[in-house]
C-alpha cells in the first residue's frame, strides 16, 4: 500500500509497451500474463533502484517470477481471492467510508474519476480529495493482506458489499461513453459475490440478496439493447430472452436471504428485481407491491432516489398525475437536482400529463446531462413530446 503509486504508474507503463509491442508483433500467446510481468518487471526496476535490492524486495517479492513455488495456504478466515481480499484491506474503519468507496473503486475496479463522481453523485474535485485522503491514510498505516483479523472481515464487509454493488451497477448501465452495457463488470461483480457468499464472515442476508439482484438483474441483460447497441426500455424488451435459469437462480438467492430477520436496501431493490421478472407482461407488472418495495428503501436508506423511483411506479400503478403528486412539494439536494435522472422523470410525467411546455423544460435538462450518447438517445425517443 505504501508504494500504490508507483504500482499505478508500473501498470502505466505495462499498458504503453504493450500499445508499441503489440501493434508490431502482434498479441502475445497470454496478454493477461505479459502484462503482469512487464509491469512487476517496471515495479522490481523502480524499486530496486530506490531501495538497493532492501527491505521491499525481501518482505514483498521473489527475485526470479519463473520460479514455481508450493501452493498457496490459507488461514480459515481467509478470503480466497487476491482481489476481494485486496477491498478487505481498502475498506478500513481508520479511512471515511466515503475515501474507502473512492479508492476501492479506482484503484481495484478500474473506474475513472468520472465514473465514480457519476455514481456517488458527487463532484470530480471531491473524488480527487476523497481518494487524495484513502492513499494518504494507507501510506500510514501500511496494512497486509495476511494480516487481517476475523473481527475486521466482519467490521468492513458492509463497505465491501457496497463497493461490489457499485461494481455491478455501472456494469449494468454504464456511464462510458462507447458501453451501454459492460458485462465484465457485473460477472466480476457477481464472481466476487458469490465468493463471498461462501466465506463465513459472507454467509448473510445482505451477501444472499445482493446476490439474488444480480442474478436477476443480469436475467434481462440480452434483451436490454437493440441490434445497434441502444438501450431498450423494460416495456420495449422480448421478455422470451430473459434468461429464465438465471431468474430462477435469483429467486433461490432471494429465498435464502429471507431466512431470519435481517433487512436491507438489497433486499428491497432485489424484490423490485424479482416482480419485475416474474411479471408476464409489463402491463401486468404488480406495481403496487413494486411501490412497496420502494416506500421501503425510502425507510431504510432514507435517499431521494428511492422516493424518484416510488414516484415512477405510482405513475405506472395509478396514472401520471398521482406520480407527480409523490414529488410535490419536495425540494431535492443538489446532487439530485443536477443530475440527469431528476429531470428525466419529470420531465416524463409532465409529458404523459399534457404539460407540454414544462415537459420540454425538463427534457432539454436531461437530454443535455446525460451521462453517456446511448443514455441521451433512450432519454430523446422516451420522452418525445
Not at 521491499?56 to 498457496?72: C, K, M, R
Not at 438483474?217 to 434483451?223: E, F, I
Request: negative net charge; hydrophobic residues 40%; contains cysteine.
Amino acid at each position: 500500500m505504501e508504494h500504490i503509486d508507483d504500482v499505478e504508474d508500473a501498470v502505466q507503463s505495462a499498458l504503453m509497451t504493450a500499445i508499441e509491442s503489440w501493434t508490431i508483433a502482434g498479441l502475445p500467446d497470454n496478454p493477461s500474463a505479459w502484462l503482469f510481468r512487464t509491469a512487476s518487471n517496471n515495479l522490481l526496476g523502480e524499486l530496486r533502484q530506490r531501495t538497493r535490492r532492501r527491505r521491499i524486495l525481501q518482505q514483498n517479492v521473489a527475485e526470479d517470477f519463473g520460479t514455481t513455488s508450493g501452493p498457496e495456504v490459507f488461514l480459515p478466515d481467509e478470503v480466497h481471492d487476491d482481489l476481494l481480499r485486496m477491498l478487505f484491506v481498502c475498506c478500513d474503519e481508520a479511512i471515511p467510508v466515503e475515501s474507502q468507496l473512492v479508492f476501492a473503486l479506482k484503484t481495484l475496479c478500474g473506474f475513472d474519476v468520472r465514473e465514480i463522481a457519476i455514481r456517488l453523485f458527487t463532484s470530480e474535485a471531491n473524488v480527487y480529495k476523497r481518494l487524495g485522503r484513502a492513499r494518504g491514510r494507507l501510506r500510514q498505516l501500511c496494512p497486509r493482506v495476511e494480516e487481517l483479523a476475523h473481527e475486521q472481515y466482519v467490521s468492513r464487509i458492509v463497505a465491501v458489499r457496497h463497493v461490489l454493488y457499485l461494481l455491478y451497477t455501472e456494469g449494468y448501465l454504464s456511464s462510458h461513453a462507447e458501453m451501454a452495457l459492460r458485462c465484465e463488470l457485473c460477472d466480476e461483480a457477481m464472481r466476487l459475490a458469490g465468493i463471498l457468499a461462501k466465506h463465513p464472515v459472507g454467509q448473510t442476508p445482505e451477501t444472499y440478496a445482493l446476490l439474488a439482484l444480480m442474478h436477476l438483474h443480469t436475467a434481462r441483460m440480452t434483451a436490454r439493447q437493440n441490434p445497434s447497441g441502444g438501450l431498450l426500455l423494460l416495456e420495449e424488451q422480448n421478455r422470451e430472452l430473459w434468461d429464465r435459469q438465471r431468474i430462477e437462480e435469483g429467486l433461490k438467492w432471494l429465498a435464502q436471504s429471507a431466512e431470519g430477520e435481517t433487512f436491507s436496501r438489497y433486499h428491497a431493490e432485489a424484490g423490485v428485481a424479482a416482480e419485475h421478472c416474474l411479471a408476464p407482461s409489463f402491463g401486468e407488472t404488480r406495481w403496487d407491491k413494486v411501490a412497496e418495495c420502494y416506500s421501503l428503501l425510502e425507510q431504510f436508506t432514507n435517499s431521494p432516489i428511492h422516493k424518484l423511483n416510488r414516484a415512477v411506479v405510482i405513475a405506472e400503478w395509478k396514472g401520471p398525475a398521482e406520480g407527480l403528486s409523490v414529488l410535490d412539494g419536495f425540494e431535492p439536494p443538489t446532487w439530485l437536482a443536477g443530475s440527469y435522472l431528476w429531470a428525466a422523470v419529470l420531465a416524463d410525467l409532465h409529458r404523459r400529463c399534457g404539460n407540454t411546455k414544462a415537459a420540454r423544460r425538463y427534457r432539454e435538462v436531461a437530454c443535455s446531462s446525460a451521462p453517456s450518447p446511448q443514455v441521451k438517445e433512450l432519454l430523446q425517443r422516451r420522452l418525445r413530446t
